[in-house]
């Protein structure tokens, strides 16, 4: 039999070792400390040490160490002087605002004792003025006396859980930036609605009416003769109280706030009083008047 050649083992190559791993090695054991140490040997040879070697050098740098030095103890010293005098300014702009505000206070307390002079005076003239009954006919219609009697009582109120309308809402492309607030013009409505239902005198969060009040808004606030009113709006009008009750609900202006109520969720509530008191105007605006004439005189 022919017999087979023996087998020859290839040798293995040696490994070589990582060269990421030599290179940490050699880091590790040749630290960076002795580059800088070296460094610092050959600028000490070549004589460029860290401070000035010459006499003139030293004293250039003496010299702008002290004026350093002086400029901060200057600055200090200005700092420490000028701190006693921006306290007085302080507290003499201080005394000033306290007494121009107590000045501003007193003329306010002038202007208001004035205003209710002069509707104390108007309204002793609608008294003068034709019969007694016609007087104080013309004083209750005018907002220029105290009214009490029975009436109904309206308090209207903002949703508790306000929401923006969608989409083609008409509450929001009329100006409403919010369904469930009460606005001016819904307030507007509701007066409307009372006077038409035959209420004699009506009130706001105690602000009396006239013919010539005003409902207007300021941004999300109600003005109500230019003074701004807040919820729950409390709404006061003297009469017939279960005739003007019924009439309201049942009139186009009374379904409106109902239908606010079902819709944007606007709280209502309204009730019928015995006595209600409803304060005079704080002022009345005579715009005509005519001359009286004695009698018999043409």
């Not at 409106?256 to 015995?274: C, D, P």
């Amino acid at each position: 039999m022919p017999q087979q050649p023996p087998i020859r083992s290839t040798p293995q190559r040696p490994s070589r070792p990582d060269a990421s791993m030599s290179l940490l090695t050699n880091v590790m054991d040749h630290s960076l400390d002795d580059g800088y140490a070296e460094a610092a040997a050959r600028k000490k040879a070549a004589g460029d040490g860290g401070l000035p070697r010459t006499l003139r050098a030293k004293l250039g740098l003496a010299v702008g160490l002290v004026l350093a030095a002086l400029v901060v103890t200057v600055g200090a010293a200005q700092a420490r002087v000028a701190a006693p005098v921006v306290a007085k300014e302080r507290e003499e702009l201080i005394d000033r605002i306290d007494r121009e505000t107590e000045a501003a206070d007193k003329l306010e307390e002038n202007v208001d004792k004035l205003r209710d002079d002069v509707s104390a005076q108007q309204r002793a003239a609608l008294k003068e003025s034709g019969h007694s009954d016609q007087a104080d006919l013309v004083s209750v219609l005018s907002g220029a006396a105290e009214v009490h009697g029975p009436g109904v009582k309206l308090v209207v109120d903002d949703a508790k859980e306000a929401s923006s309308g969608g989409d083609g809402n008409p509450r929001e492309t009329s100006g409403f930036s919010d369904t469930g607030r009460v606005r001016d013009r819904d307030m507007q409505r509701v007066v409307n609605g009372l006077w038409e239902s035959g209420a004699e005198a009506v009130s706001i969060n105690g602000q009396r009416l006239t013919a010539l009040s005003a409902i207007r808004a300021a941004g999300d606030a109600i003005l109500v003769d230019n003074k701004p009113l807040v919820p729950p709006y409390t709404v006061l009008a003297v009469g017939d109280g279960k005739r003007l009750s019924t009439r309201f609900q049942d009139s186009a202006d009374g379904l409106y706030l109902h239908a606010l109520q079902e819709n944007y969720g606007i709280r209502t509530a309204i009730s019928v009083e015995s006595d209600l008191k409803l304060p005079a105007a704080p002022s009345v605006i005579v715009r005509t008047a005519q001359p009286r004439t004695e009698k018999g005189t043409s």
